[in-house]
C-alpha cells in the first residue's frame, strides 16, 4: 500500500463519517498545532525551594567553625580534611575562653561533657582551633582535659599559608 493510497482511504473515510454520522458539519483538522505553554511558575518555585533547603542546610553545617573570631595559625604542609558529622569542635579564644557548639564552657564544665562523650563514644576525635595571640597554656589546660576526659585523638586546626615559609636571616656581627 503506497502513500497515495492510504491518503484516498482516509480522505473516504473522513466523508463518509462527517456525512453519515454527523448532521452538522465537522472539522476534522490533519495537523494541530500545540499552543505555545508560555513560562511555567509551579517548576521553578520547586526547584528555587529544593536550593534554597540546600544552602540553608550547608550554612548551618559550616558555621559552627566559622563563627567564631578565632583565627588559627597557618602551616604550609597541612592538609584539608573532608569534614564529617558528629565532630567535635573545641575553640580557644585569644582571652584563654572555651567555646564548643557556640557555648562557652569552663574547665569544669569541658571536663563534664567530654568524659560523657568519651564513654558514649569512645574513639571521638576532637579538632581543637586555637587562636593564634592565645597563651600557650590555655591550650595545654584544653588538652589536659582531654586527656582526663580519656580522649587520646586530638587534631589541631590550621589554615593554609599563602607562600612558602622563610626563615629570619641573622646578619654576622
Not at 89 to 110: C, Q, W, Y
Request: glycine share 4%; net charge negative.
Amino acid at each position: 500500500m503506497g502513500k497515495h493510497h492510504l491518503q484516498n482511504r482516509y480522505s473516504q473515510l473522513r466523508n463518509f463519517i462527517s456525512t453519515s454520522l454527523f448532521p452538522f458539519p465537522v472539522n476534522f483538522r490533519s495537523h494541530t498545532t500545540a499552543e505555545p505553554k508560555g513560562f511555567l511558575i509551579a517548576p521553578m518555585v520547586d526547584i528555587l525551594l529544593v536550593l534554597l533547603g540546600f544552602f540553608m542546610l550547608t550554612w548551618t553545617f559550616s558555621r559552627y567553625e566559622t563563627e567564631l573570631d578565632v583565627q588559627v595559625p597557618t602551616a604550609h604542609e597541612g592538609k584539608e580534611v573532608r569534614r564529617s558529622p558528629g565532630e567535635v569542635i573545641i575553640n580557644v579564644k585569644a582571652d584563654g575562653s572555651i567555646i564548643m557548639n557556640r557555648h562557652t564552657f569552663s574547665p569544669e564544665e569541658l571536663t563534664t561533657t567530654l568524659t560523657h562523650i568519651a564513654t558514649l563514644y569512645p574513639d571521638q576525635a576532637i579538632i581543637l582551633r586555637g587562636d593564634t595571640t592565645a597563651p600557650y597554656n590555655y591550650i595545654i589546660q584544653v588538652l589536659d582535659i582531654c586527656r582526663s576526659a580519656n580522649i587520646w585523638n586530638v587534631a589541631f586546626a590550621t589554615s593554609q599559608a599563602s607562600a612558602p615559609p622563610t626563615l629570619p636571616v641573622q646578619s654576622p656581627e
